[in-house]
């Protein structure tokens, strides 16, 4: 049985995460071997299979806990008790902050997704679909009330925001004129204008 933690107390399936995002972002999916990720981790490819079945599964996992953190804050967005514009406001900057706090996973995910199996590839689009159709649900709500306009569909809108979240990594830099809550809240506003009756 593989240790589940190493002597600073890092529980390994963190630690070939870790290594796997670094070499998959330096080196690309399809350039980084089994053998390089358990090397930096610091464990066997043994430890590797228990946890992971493939090297599919770590690109699967790379991208999953962001949209599971996304998901969780969704909810939580979407659960409020406030009006649905500032409800809508909150999750559509929270995408972007979260995006960008992760912006490693997401490039490497979007840059390497066609390598996962057909099968993982139909489960991550089905978490996908589940996120960007409680995010619609929230612009439908709003259309319902009156607060939003039904010019545009809540199909649309849905795509025109996470266009620009997906194509973060091609741009966005830490060091650039704005900040990420800056680039959240400009995004946001876009949005809700694009909404505005």
């Known amino acids: ?50 946890y992971f079945g493939s090297k599919d599964d770590l690109l699967h996992e790379v991208y999953a806990r962001v949209l599971r953190v996304q998901q969780e804050r969704l909810d939580a967005f979407a659960d409020a008790e406030a009006p649905v514009e500032e409800r809508l406001r909150g999750a559509a900057a929270d995408v972007v902050v979260t995006t960008i706090d992760n912006l490693d996973d997401a490039s490497i995910f979007f840059r390497s997704m066609h390598h996962l199996s057909p099968e993982k590839n139909k489960q991550v689009r089905a978490e996908r679909r589940r996120y960007h159709e409680r995010f619609r649900a929230l612009i439908e709500e709003g259309q319902e009330a009156g607060v939003f306009s039904k010019e545009t569909s809540a199909d649309l809108v849905v795509d025109y925001h996470f266009g620009s979240v997906h194509h973060l990594s091609t741009w966005y830099r830490p060091d650039g004129p704005l900040t990420r809550q800056q680039v959240a809240d400009q995004l946001a506003d876009l949005l809700l204008r694009a909404l505005r009756p």
């Not at 589940?4 to 107390?9: C, E, I, P, V």
């Not at 390994?12 to 090397?39: C, H, K, N, W």
Request: glycine share 10%; aromatic share 6%; no cysteine.
């Open 1 to 50: 049985m593989p240790r589940t933690k190493d002597g600073d107390g890092t529980p390994v399936p963190r630690r070939l995460l870790a290594a796997a995002t670094r070499l998959f972002a330096e080196r690309g999916y399809d350039r980084t071997s089994v053998q390089e990720i358990v090397e930096a981790a610091g464990v066997t490819k043994g430890a590797l299979y228990h």
